[in-house]
């Protein structure tokens, strides 16, 4: 009843093709954007900022990129952590080495980069899929980690890869308290999330596509399955390589190369498994679940425990952690593999139906 | 068959194919004219896929080369095929299940997009008028196969006589010169092997789309088509028009069995 | 000289324990095309096990005697990895049967990380030594050939001599039984081997079973020498690189994978490494099955990929 669509008639394939066509949605829309700019920042404390928003704001653009790779074009990749790496320490030095450089082309300069190094780790796609694929996106991991780490040149010879930024400005804003990094982030995200929807549903995102569903196929209409698949990595890389920046930057202000570990890389993978694959919104599902799980558990997890009489100590949250992730990464494959996002569409499917069943 | 039939476009010489030790195509030869419907028929196992493929560029030949308007390929594969103008449907409908039909549809429209990936993802100006030109395009594809009802449905979700129609869509949205028909006929019932058959017709006519088809149904070959190819264990056995081919003694045996 | 033979063999020794990890990734993908990523996590789950039991059965059992206590700690461990892939193969993998291998692969991972959870909240995330009586000294050898002779880790040894054995036995168990054999039959087609009989899924659960066990065997054998930790569990993501170059379908490639990488790993480490900066180690086997992927994906002695039809 309330979500029908009723009356909503599209008269030019202009009108078809929008994000959102059902206008229920972009109310929906609308209205979060509007509350997340404006009404969050007028309810919400320096601690969530910092512990959740921020963090999701990052990570879902790192979904993002993950997402278009493994998701929209089917190549795994257990290596997003090393373009995060790559971005942030590519925007680094462009930071430091020209003077007067603007943070925002350091980010876009740090992110193609990344993209750039993508495409070189992206070759061996041409040859293998699957495991095979993991491994080569490994050696990409393994390799930034060391290079960070051991080759002073990238730290500006600071020790063990350790380095800090401050004093982030754009133009004359200054970058400083969590609610202008909030705002920060969330403008960055908006418009990426926005030039991801669009290439998704543009021929490009069809061709990444394609050569997910079948890449012999793909390469008789047309499809060059060297460009598609480079061409995902590059976008994938670039997305990653400013979220890794950002992470960098805004969220820690000083990092090292263990920030940006494999374990990251399974983090980003994980995201985009339980929030959908081959979703936009799916991503932000993914990065949001993510985030706040182990806040959550770190909050009930003890309350359940002294229900039951037991004491639980941090090291025994960790380790729930581990079994709840690994728990849910194996119910969400066998049970809905496209993750929450269709546990999302399929709740809008029955609400365009109710109050009727059928 | 109201269309004038034109000029060779594509000539096959001596081709042959061998896969290890088995010999798919032994030198195989025949033509194809312009604005013709050409079959390829033969018991299974003959080699009329390969054929196709070769066609395609999908398999090389060891042997043998394939002329497109008087333009020799020494090397051809799937793209280039593509480029000049060729485009197929398969015998196992390679759609990508993932997408919609209209998706699906539009893939075919790849080769014609030429604005970028960054215009794309602003969808600015050129990439957006470009999009929805295409849109209206494949619109045209959807109405021509009366599939209007089910253009945003998944096409994993769809019964195999209705993919089949969309794997022909996404093939004439390449607005093919020489269209490639890998048993489009396979597994259907009689109304919609008629449905088909007036596509295929339509398109014929309409677009003037030369169509090389293989096919087994020899009620629609002898009906439908202009020249008929017959192949054997990979070598021809007999080319000319249906009635031609149908009276030749080597064409009948190989169908019926030595003993007739 | 002397020390480039030292090198090598400690190389060799070293290659012969990621052999072990690499065992199990072969044993599994060989039955059915599944790549474990829970190997890592299995060979740390039994090393805490195993760990945990020398200590605690001696304890609930009034032992005295160091070897019955560790037979019995053997043992349990064993039967506790069997109760493993047991529940592997009926929660997981039984419902994922027809999904396509990335999937699958992502089911291991979180298998992984579920044994990791389990593993450490059951035994605990200590530190813990496992001792099963290795000699700990080393020895030297050779010492007419070679200048002063060579330096040789006896344990590294004994730790060689053992992995070769249960080769071995794994090689006669797969050619001379028939449960053996009807584990090649299902390697080779699933779908035949279904149609003459072979219950697929208590095949999964036997070599799930088995490289439970070849998980105890490496993970003992690491933890004799490493004391049983958490990096245990990155073991699996160093011992990648062995099937990649062995070929995933190989058990005499993971072999002679596993001693390439142990050797390139310190040789690149002492001859390459002071140049370029040091603990080149993990990075360098990936550089190598990197180029391994572009011109020999299948490895040196796994089966053709067939990538496309």
């Keep these: 009843m309330l979500y029908r669509e009723n009356g909503q008639f599209k008269t030019s394939y202009a009108d078809d093709q929008q994000i959102f066509p059902i206008a229920q949605d972009r109310w929906l829309i609308i209205g979060l954007l509007v509350f997340a700019f404006i009404g969050v920042p007028l309810l919400v404390d320096e601690y969530l900022f910092r512990a959740i928003l921020i963090p999701f704001l990052i990570l879902s653009l790192a979904a993002l990129g993950v997402n278009i790779l493994v998701g929209f074009c089917g190549q795994i990749t257990l290596g997003a952590g090393a373009f995060m790496a790559v971005g942030a320490y590519a925007a680094y030095n462009f930071h430091i080495r020209v003077d007067g450089m603007p943070l925002l082309v350091s980010f876009l300069l740090g992110g193609l980069t990344s993209a750039l190094v993508g495409i070189f780790f992206g070759i061996p796609s041409l040859r293998v899929r699957g495991l095979y694929l993991a491994v080569a996106t490994l050696a990409a991991q393994f390799f930034t980690d060391w290079v960070f780490l051991r080759v002073p040149w990238f730290t500006d010879n600071a020790s063990s890869g350790s380095v800090s930024v401050s004093n982030l400005h754009i133009l004359s804003w200054e970058i400083a308290s969590p609610l202008d990094k909030y705002l920060f982030c969330l403008a960055l995200l908006t418009v990426f999330a926005l030039a991801a929807k669009n290439m998704t549903r543009c021929a490009v995102g069809r061709q990444w596509m394609a050569i997910r569903d079948m890449d012999v196929a793909a390469e008789v209409i047309g499809i060059r399955p060297m460009f598609a698949k480079l061409s995902a990595f590059a976008v994938s890389s670039f997305y990653v390589g400013i979220a890794g920046a950002l992470w960098g930057f805004i969220h820690l202000a000083s990092w090292e190369p263990a920030a940006f570990s494999v374990d990251r890389s399974f983090q980003l993978l994980f995201m985009v498994i339980i929030g959908g694959l081959g979703s936009v919104m799916g991503s932000f599902f993914g990065a949001a679940f993510i985030v706040i799980l182990p806040i959550a558990l770190n909050q009930f997890l003890p309350a359940l425990g002294g229900l039951f009489g037991m004491t639980i100590s941090t090291a025994g949250i960790s380790h729930a952690e581990l079994i709840i992730f690994g728990a849910l990464i194996i119910f969400f494959l066998i049970k809905e593999p496209h993750g929450i996002a269709r546990l999302w569409s399929t709740g809008k499917e029955k609400l365009r139906l109710w109050p009727f069943p059928h | ?260 | 000289m002397g020390f480039f033979v030292e090198t090598l063999i400690g190389g060799l020794m070293a290659g012969m324990l990621y052999s072990l990890v690499a065992l199990g990734f072969v044993l599994i993908f060989k039955a059915s095309g599944v790549f474990n990523f829970a190997q890592g996590a299995m060979v740390l789950f039994a090393a805490l096990a195993m760990a945990r039991f020398a200590v605690w059965i001696p304890g609930w059992l009034g032992i005295d005697n160091a070897l019955l206590g560790n037979i019995l700690a053997f043992l349990a461990a064993g039967g506790l990895m069997f109760a493993v892939a047991w529940l592997i193969e009926r929660l997981v993998l039984r419902h994922l049967v027809n999904q396509e291998g990335a999937t699958l692969l992502m089911a291991t991972l979180g298998i992984a990380y579920i044994l990791e959870g389990l593993g450490t909240s059951i035994f605990g995330s200590d530190i813990y030594k496992i001792d099963i009586g290795m000699p700990k000294d080393p020895v030297m050898i050779l010492e007419g050939t070679f200048e002063g002779g060579l330096l040789i880790n006896k344990e590294d040894f004994v730790a060689a001599l053992i992995a070769a054995v249960l080769v071995g036995l794994l090689t006669l168990f797969f050619q001379k039984t028939s449960t053996g054999r009807a584990l090649r039959a299902v390697a080779d087609d699933h779908q035949a081997a279904q149609s003459i009989g072979i219950p697929l899924n208590r095949i999964w659960v036997i070599v799930w079973c088995v490289a439970g066990v070849v998980a105890l065997v490496a993970g003992v054998i690491w933890g004799s020498k490493l004391g049983v930790q958490f990096s245990l569990a990155t073991v699996a993501l160093r011992a990648l690189p062995v099937v990649i170059l062995g070929g995933l379908t190989s058990v005499p490639g993971a072999i002679l994978g596993g001693l390439i990488i142990g050797v390139g790993e310190k040789l690149s480490e002492v001859y390459l490494g002071p140049h370029i900066g040091g603990g080149i180690e993990i990075w360098f086997s990936y550089q190598l099955a990197l180029v391994f992927l572009l011109f020999r994906p299948q490895g040196l002695f796994g089966e053709k990929i067939i990538d496309r039809v």
């Design chain 2, 1 to 260: 068959m109201s269309r004038e039939i034109g000029e060779v476009i594509l000539d096959l010489k001596n081709v042959s194919l061998a896969f290890g030790g088995v010999k798919a195509l032994t030198d195989i030869s025949f033509d194809v004219r312009e604005h013709e419907i050409r079959a390829i028929i033969g018991p299974n196992g003959a080699g009329k896929s390969s054929m196709l493929n070769v066609i395609n560029g999908v398999y090389r030949p060891q042997q043998g080369e394939i002329v497109l308007r008087g333009r020799r390929f020494a090397r051809m594969n799937p793209y280039k095929a593509a480029q000049a103008g060729i485009s197929r449907t398969f015998q196992n409908i390679a759609l990508f299940k993932g997408m919609s039909v209209i998706d699906n549809i539009m893939t075919g429209r790849n080769l014609k997009i030429r604005t970028n990936l960054l215009l794309q993802a602003l969808w600015w100006g050129p990439a957006r008028r470009e999009e929805l030109a295409h849109r209206a395009k494949v619109e045209e594809v959807i109405d021509f196969l009366e599939i209007q009802h089910i253009r945003k449905t998944p096409v994993g979700r769809l019964p195999y006589g209705l993919q089949k129609r969309v794997d022909l869509g996404r093939a004439l949205a390449m607005e093919p010169s020489i269209l490639l028909l890998d048993e489009p006929m396979a597994g259907m019932n009689v109304e919609e092997k008629q449905d088909m058959c007036r596509f295929i017709l339509d398109v014929n006519d309409q677009f003037g789309t030369t169509i090389v088809l293989i096919e087994h149904d020899m009620g629609v070959v002898m009906d439908i088509s202009d020249r008929v190819v017959v192949l054997d264990y990979g070598k021809k056995i007999g080319d000319g028009d249906p009635d031609a081919v149908r009276s030749n003694p080597e064409v009948v045996s190989a169908y019926l069995g030595a003993g007739h």
